[in-house]
C-alpha cells in the first residue's frame, strides 16, 4: 500500500495525468488514434488480392466450328475472363489491347478442327503483360482452361500413376485477406505508434513546454515514462480495435494464446514509440517528422512481408529485411492467429522483437536525455 501511495504522490504520477489530461482534450490525436487504422485495415483487406477476376476477352474465331465455340465457352465459363469484344481482324484486336480495352486476345485458325483430326491444333493467345503478375496469372489460367480442354476431347483417359491428394493447412478456403490484414495490422501500428509518439514530443518543443518540465521536481526518466505509458496504452488499444476488425469483418480466425499476442504486441508497441522519440529528436517541426516517417516506414512496410511475401524479394533483401522489427512482429501475428503456435516455434522473432525494443528504446532514451540537458 505504501510503495502504491508513493507513486501516486510522485511527480512522475503528476506528469501522467498531465499526459492524459492533454491527450484527452487533443481530440485531433483521438481522431488519428482510430479512424486511419480502422480506414486502412478495411480497405487493405478489402482491396489486397493477389486473385485475378474478370479479364477482358477478345476473341477471332476464323474457324466458327463447334469445337471452336466449345474452346471459348471454357474460357469464359468462370470468373477469370469476360468475353468483351469480338474483333473482325487481327488488326483490330491488336488495337483494342493497345488501347487498354482488352487485357486477352485469342486468335482460332480457320483450318482448327482438321489440326483437331490430327491431334494436334494451335491457337494464338496474346496477352497484355504491362502489369507482369496479373499476366503470369492470366496465363497460368488460361494453360490451365487449355488442358481442361484437351482432357475432355481426349477419348482414352489414362489414369495417372501417381494421383496427389492436396490439403492446404491453417487456409483451407484460400481467403487471401487472412494473409494481408495481420500484416495490415503491423503496418498500421507501425505507422501510427511512430507518427503519434513522434508528433507528441515535438509538439512540446513547439509549444515550449519541455523546458518546463525541466523545472519540475521529476527526473529524465520520469519526464520520458510519463510520455511512453499513456501512448502505449492508447496504442494497445488500436491494437485491439485491430483484432476486433480483423476477427469480425474478415472472419480472420484466432487458434493461439492471447495473452501472448497482447504481450508481444504490447512489446512492438515500444518499438514504434521508440521510433517515433528518435524522429522527435532529429526534427524541429511537426512537418518535418511526417516527411523523414517517410524514410523510415516506407523501407519498413516493403520489406517486412506485410503484402508481398518475403521469399519473392530479391536474396540480398530477404537479408536486409531481417533487421527490420516489423517482419518479426508480422511472423508472430501471422503464427499466433492462424497456426497457433507458441515460444516453442516463434521464440526467434520473439528474441528479435526484445533486442530491438531494447536496442532502440535505450537509444531514444539517451537522444531525449541529451536533449533535455
Given amino acids: 500500500m505504501k510503495l502504491i501511495q508513493r507513486l501516486f504522490n510522485s511527480p512522475f504520477w503528476a506528469l501522467v495525468k498531465k499526459e492524459i489530461s492533454q491527450i484527452l482534450r487533443n481530440k485531433q490525436l483521438i481522431v488519428l488514434l482510430i479512424v486511419p487504422p480502422t480506414i486502412q485495415l478495411l480497405l487493405y483487406g478489402f482491396i489486397l488480392n493477389p486473385d485475378v477476376h474478370n479479364l477482358r476477352l477478345g476473341v477471332i474465331d476464323y474457324a466458327n466450328v ?74 497460368n489460367y488460361m494453360n490451365q482452361i487449355i488442358q481442361q480442354y484437351n482432357l475432355h476431347l481426349t477419348e482414352a483417359r489414362v489414369i495417372p500413376p501417381i494421383s496427389p491428394e492436396v490439403v492446404f493447412l491453417y487456409n483451407p478456403g484460400l481467403t487471401s485477406s487472412w494473409f494481408f490484414v495481420p500484416g495490415v495490422m503491423g503496418l498500421v ?88 522519440i528518435m524522429l522527435a529528436t532529429v526534427c524541429r517541426s511537426q512537418q518535418q517528422v511526417v516527411l523523414t516517417s517517410f524514410f523510415i516506414n516506407l523501407p519498413m512496410v516493403q520489406t517486412s512481408g506485410a503484402i508481398a511475401p518475403i521469399e519473392a524479394m530479391p536474396p540480398f533483401f530477404q537479408v536486409v529485411s531481417l533487421l527490420n522489427p516489423l ?37 531514444s532514451i539517451n537522444k531525449f536525455r541529451s536533449q533535455l540537458s
Fill in 66 to 139: 463447334s469445337a471452336s465455340r466449345e474452346l471459348v465457352s471454357a474460357m469464359t465459363s468462370n470468373r477469370i475472363f469476360t468475353l468483351e469484344s469480338v474483333p473482325s481482324s487481327e488488326k483490330d484486336l491488336s488495337r483494342q489491347v493497345e488501347e487498354g480495352k482488352l487485357d486477352v486476345g485469342v486468335i482460332i485458325p480457320p483450318d482448327f478442327a482438321r489440326q483437331l483430326t490430327q491431334k494436334s491444333a494451335e491457337i494464338q493467345v496474346f496477352i497484355d503483360a504491362v502489369n507482369a503478375n496479373t499476366a503470369g496469372i492470366a496465363g
Fill in 189 to 276: 501500428l507501425t505507422l501510427i505508434g511512430t507518427l503519434v509518439s513522434a508528433i507528441t514530443v515535438v509538439r512540446e518543443k513547439d509549444t515550449g513546454t519541455l523546458e518546463q518540465l525541466l523545472m519540475t521536481p521529476a527526473a529524465n526518466w520520469q519526464i520520458l515514462l510519463s510520455k511512453i505509458v499513456p501512448l502505449a496504452v492508447l496504442l494497445l488499444g488500436d491494437v485491439l480495435l485491430a483484432l476486433t476488425l480483423a476477427t469480425v469483418v474478415f472472419h480472420v480466425p484466432f487458434r493461439g494464446n492471447f495473452l501472448l499476442f497482447f504481450g508481444l504486441s504490447s512489446m512492438y508497441v515500444f518499438v514504434g514509440i521508440s521510433l517515433g
Fill in 327 to 363: 517482419r518479426h512482429y508480422i511472423a508472430i501475428v501471422r503464427g499466433i492467429l492462424l497456426k497457433g503456435v507458441g515460444l516453442d516455434v516463434l521464440w526467434i522473432n520473439v528474441l528479435a522483437l526484445v533486442a530491438f525494443a531494447v536496442v532502440l528504446l535505450t537509444i
